[in-house]
């Protein structure tokens, strides 16, 4: 092999090599946004964002039945499948809803309609942290077969924006080989946000 041809072999060995440390560092170092990074590289959430607008309108009540999925897709970020029968399946650890509202309020409430999972024919006990703009405002527990009904205090945001956050520190593995992203705790049956 004559030199020039050489010295290109041993360039374009160079620029591959190059290449590939560049994708190694990549790998390594990835500049993705926080919600990606959460759920598919730390694995701290099995709620991944969705973009949703969150458009509400303040004292309605969202259904997560069939016949409301259009509104309820619209505030429902993460964590929730469905709609089956009466209502959305939490899956996961966590779920998330996302209110945003045009008129002015300077006091909310929240409630929220829930009911425990079923398993093996039995009500399996949940707590529920709901979390709203990341500060926790309570923690409610569901241990009926039937629809529990909570009504909560909150002041309201002063962007009209809210992110609502509940967590399921209970939730439990339907199947033997459910992973952490499918496990089960409630069916979210309703939400409002009603001026105080």
Not at 74 to 94: F, K, M, Q, Y
């Amino acid at each position: 092999m004559s030199n020039p041809l050489r010295l290109a072999a041993y360039i374009l060995v160079g620029l591959v090599a190059l290449f590939e440390l560049g994708v190694v560092w990549l790998m390594l170092h990835p500049n993705v946004p926080p919600d990606y990074r959460a759920y598919y590289l730390d694995k701290t959430t099995t709620c991944l964002n969705q973009p949703v607008s969150g458009s509400y309108t303040l004292g309605t009540t969202v259904r997560f039945t069939p016949e409301d999925k259009d509104a309820a897709k619209l505030i429902r970020v993460c964590g929730l499948e469905g709609p089956t029968g009466d209502g959305n399946h939490a899956v996961g650890t966590s779920a998330r809803l996302r209110f945003a509202y045009a008129e002015p309020a300077t006091a909310l409430t929240l409630q929220l309609s829930m009911v425990a999972i079923q398993k093996g024919g039995a009500t399996v006990p949940q707590r529920v942290e709901i979390v709203a703009d990341g500060t926790l405002l309570d923690t409610v527990s569901l241990n009926a077969p039937t629809p529990q009904q909570f009504s909560l205090p909150l002041p309201a945001p002063a962007d009209g924006k809210l992110e609502l956050e509940l967590r399921f520190p209970d939730a439990v593995q339907m199947g033997p080989t459910d992973p952490d992203n499918r496990l089960r705790s409630i069916k979210l049956l309703s939400a409002a946000l009603l001026p105080a």
